[in-house]
DNA sequence: TAGTGGTCTAGACCACTCC
DNA sequence: GAGTGGTCTAGACCACTAA
């Protein structure tokens, strides 16, 4: 609708062009006329159908290419990123066991059920305490090792799909699932650590001792326009886990 | 010496301009030519001086902002940044007791000894085992709470000033004395996370019971052009921590 | 070979700081 | 008012990709 040469309105506050070009950019691509791993238009394209120059558009490209939310290749063009977690804290999980390859944990769903969110939880997605929901806890193993203990919410009315579907057959990843039967796609997450001494119902589902140091890591996981989707508490042993940053 | 108006000699690998400006300015910076808090020279200066335009100058400087060397203000200048230690992990220890502004803890020094440098530390730090250096125990203090234990290792040659003072009259912050007393300047540092339960001395030490949950953050802290000054290992307990992270 | 992003130039004008 | 960084332009040429 506001294609082919329409100029930029101007708005009233002092905002850079190269930012106003990333806040549209950045609506096109959760209200999806951008799609994950789809090319986008060209730096000439846009920069002619924005009216502005080519250096503006690369400024505006630039912050989303840092952001996560776009790519780049050389040759080929710039495509729709889709969200790696591979960054996420988990990786700090020592999960290769023996050689060093990564290997993503098999799940088991030890629990599934219609439940309202509880206020604490509610209030760290930013929904209404009450809000019908989905509770699942599961079990991730490495070779038959439990290692990782999850406890995951849902709001109920995003994800009715999954009820229709044996937990048994939920397979391993859970976002794929999302996408595929409920056309939700998760973008970004926030994620916090701390640690504890394990309970002792936890230790024993993680065949630890009661007490032992236990790493917890949540997780607020939102869509392109950070509405709050998924909410999860994991758990697992802190002798497996070691976190490197760099400090400047 | 190689000032006004030298042209970049080309590089035989295929190098963009403000790749190659860039480590210019990074020797500038780790050679103490240009020294922390100190005014480095204009871009139209810096864009004429190496023959390069502005906008090279910039892309230039962009990176080393990024990167946390330098800081720009508009209509003043660009500076060199000197490390800021509020992005370590240690902020998230909830070390605010009571009201929310940030103190720095007091310090009391448990130990000082000359020791040679343990393999284990000498391989971390990346320097010769058995090389002669200084090991500090320290306890960090809130309110005369211990809220931290650190284990400290440096290399003696680097560090002789430190000996002929009283430990008790180091201060609260270990950095500052490195530079005033021994002209060592911290740049950065990488720092690892992991938890462990508390040993019995360790946990007398903190006030806490024996076995609880306790944060270790190592740290190692690296002099501008890279050469490792300083190890630690400081422990924390867990029930004050808590970490945050974006995932995208 | 056509089209893409990557680098680089040589300016212009603006907003801000400081004297 | 002089000097700084911040934004923006309208090109040029290059390296890479894919047909």
Chains 1, 2 share one sequence.
Not at 130 to 153: D, M, Q
Not at 165 to 191: F, H, M, R, T, W
Request: with cysteine; charged share 25%.
């Amino acid at each position: 609708m506001n294609k082919s040469g329409s100029k930029l309105e101007t708005k009233n506050i002092r905002q850079p062009l190269y930012d106003r070009l990333r806040e549209i950019f950045e609506i096109k691509i959760s209200q999806r006329e951008w799609r994950p791993e789809e090319i986008i238009p060209s730096e000439t394209e846009l920069a002619k159908a924005h009216r502005v120059s080519i250096g503006t558009v690369r400024k505006a490209i630039d912050s989303l290419v840092t952001g996560g939310l776009l790519e780049r290749f050389q040759g080929k063009g710039t495509y729709v990123r889709r969200a790696q977690f591979n960054s996420s804290l988990f990786r700090f999980f020592r999960f290769h066991r023996e050689e060093g390859s990564y290997q993503v944990p098999s799940s088991r769903i030890l629990k599934r059920e219609l439940s309202d969110l509880p206020p604490a939880i509610a209030s760290e997605m930013g929904l209404p305490p009450g809000l019908p929901a989905i509770n699942l806890i599961r079990l991730r193993l490495i070779n038959n090792n439990p290692i990782l203990l999850e406890t995951i919410w849902l709001p109920k009315h995003k994800f009715t799909q999954l009820l229709d579907i044996n937990p048994q057959e939920y397979g391993d990843l859970l976002y794929p699932l999302y996408e595929k039967y409920c056309g939700v796609v998760i973008a970004s997450a926030q994620e916090t650590l701390t640690a504890e001494n394990a309970t002792e119902p936890h230790a024993q589902l993680l065949g630890l001792k009661t007490g032992a140091s236990l790493i917890v890591i949540d997780r607020l996981a939102l869509a392109y326009d950070r509405e709050p989707l998924e909410w999860r508490r994991s758990r697992g042993p802190a002798d497996q886990f070691r976190y490197n940053v760099e400090i400047r």
